[in-house]
């Protein structure tokens, strides 16, 4: 049985070309990352929320939408 490359390149405990992360960069990993969290949630937000005019559609009653009558 030949062992495939992937299960042949990941042997316990070996990391080659990988270092431990500095606290600094591991603070601006963070960091940066709660920053575009933010800027996803505002976006989501901007476009999501109702806009200003209503419709002319909205003075219409609809028999399965309760609370529109």
Not at 14 to 22: A, K, M, N, Q, R
Not at 34 to 60: H, N, Y
Request: aromatic fraction near 2%.
């Amino acid at each position: 049985m030949v062992p495939s490359v992937a299960a042949a390149q990941m042997t316990p405990g070996s990391c080659s070309g990988c270092g431990p992360l500095s606290l600094p960069l591991l603070v601006g990993l963070v960091a940066a990352d709660a920053v575009v969290s933010l800027l996803i949630v505002v976006v989501v937000f901007l476009c999501a929320r109702p806009r200003g005019r209503p419709t002319q559609e909205d003075g219409k009653i609809y028999i399965n939408m309760p609370g529109r009558g």
